[in-house]
């Protein structure tokens, strides 16, 4: 009998026993409901959330225009059959042996525009002219058609010519064109049987007004299609890369950036352009094209690696871990330890500082008004403020 008490009293012993005795996992799950708070220092950083594009320097487009044929138009009275060799062509159908600039005009590095004085060619000048203007046949007083009022167009462009565009070769018309002859200190030309008009061989079709000159011969070259009498610059250089669809989104045309290349220079521009969405052949990468002005005195190669960015560069500014902004029905707020705080009343251990927040980058978030957070508080990143 006193050995089954005695066995029963070890059992309840141990069970209790049992009861007291914790394994070390069994402390962690009793952790588990009592989450230490976690706190971050406010900090003075510069959050940066602009974009970031890759570009590259394009180089200008060069067109060359070129002049074959000189004008045989005469500048003064023509020679009346009477005063002409049996043997010598009509006035109007003489070919020069050569085409060869006879005066210079236009310069290197001037921009021309619709009836621009290019060269005087073969005795003769040459004018710049519209592309999209039917040329060829001469027009006089009385002609009509599309050319008449594509020559009336192009005088408008020119600035000589206030009519209207009627396709009707009139007093006005004819007006406009000696003024811009007068201009350029040429006299208008007899193109048919004694009456003067256009020649159209003195004017010559540019592929793009206004352009930039960007080479001209000297006086005495042999004009030819190896040997142009202009070259101009159709575009400029610019900048290209391509941006994301959210980037691209938030700019536009006239947004200033920062450009930079790679060796270092870095200006201020604006973009030109924002193009439509598309994937890049050579990359397979997809997005919007940005077409951004080149400053002046930036690297020009062809290729030149750029770096796009906003053009005004974020300042520092006080900031805490994007994860301690909390929110309720007031706004946006961080919960700051209390100096004083008494660690057995969590009730008076933190307190609610209002703020605004701007950039965020890299986990980090700006206030643009702290609400009276100070650099080197701590305010609350995780667990409960009743805890």
Excluded: C
């Excluded at 590259?56 to 487009?61: K, S």
Aim: hydrophobic share 45%.
């Amino acid at each position: 009998m006193i050995l089954l008490v005695v066995a029963i009293m070890l059992v309840v012993g141990a069970f209790f026993t049992g009861l007291a005795v914790h394994s070390p996992d069994d402390a962690a799950l009793s952790r588990i409901d009592n989450v230490v708070p976690v706190f971050a220092t406010a900090q003075q950083r510069v959050v940066d959330d602009g974009f970031t594009v890759i570009g590259r320097v394009v180089a200008p487009r060069i067109a060359s225009v070129t002049v074959t044929e000189a004008s045989t138009e005469a500048s003064s009275t023509p020679q009346t059959k009477a005063d002409t060799p049996d043997n010598a062509p009509a006035n109007g159908d003489a070919t020069p042996e050569q085409v060869v600039v006879s005066a210079s005009a236009a310069k290197r590095g001037q921009t021309i525009t619709a009836g621009t004085l290019i060269a005087e060619v073969s005795g003769r000048p040459v004018f710049a002219w519209p592309a999209g203007v039917p040329l060829y046949r001469n027009l006089v007083p009385g002609d009509s058609g599309a050319d008449v009022r594509g020559l009336q167009q192009a005088l408008a462009d020119a600035g000589v010519y206030e009519g209207g565009r009627d396709g009707l070769f009139g007093a006005r018309t004819l007006e406009a064109l000696e003024t811009l002859y007068l201009r350029a200190g040429y006299s208008l030309p007899f193109v048919n049987d004694g009456v003067r008009g256009f020649a159209w061989r003195e004017v010559v079709t540019m592929p793009k007004l206004p352009a930039l000159v960007t080479e001209v011969p000297p006086v005495g070259t042999v004009l030819g299609a190896e040997r142009p009498l202009v070259s101009i610059q159709t575009s400029p250089a610019v900048i290209q890369g391509l941006a994301t669809t959210d980037v691209a989104k938030g700019l536009h045309v006239g947004t200033k950036v920062r450009v930079e290349a790679n060796g270092g220079v870095a200006e201020t521009t604006s973009i030109q352009k924002v193009g439509a969405f598309m994937t890049d052949e050579k990359t397979g990468i997809s997005g919007q094209m940005l077409t951004v002005m080149l400053p002046r005195g930036f690297p020009t190669g062809d290729g030149t690696g750029v770096t796009i960015r906003p053009a005004k560069a974020p300042s520092p500014s006080i900031a805490v871990p994007a994860i301690s902004l909390r929110q309720d029905a007031s706004g946006t707020f961080v919960l700051r330890k209390a100096a004083q705080a008494d660690p057995r009343d969590s009730g008076n251990a933190y307190e609610t500082i209002r703020v605004v927040a701007s950039a965020e980058a890299d986990g980090w978030v700006s206030l643009t008004d702290a609400g009276g957070l100070n650099l080197g508080d701590r305010v609350l990143v995780s667990g409960s403020p009743s805890e």
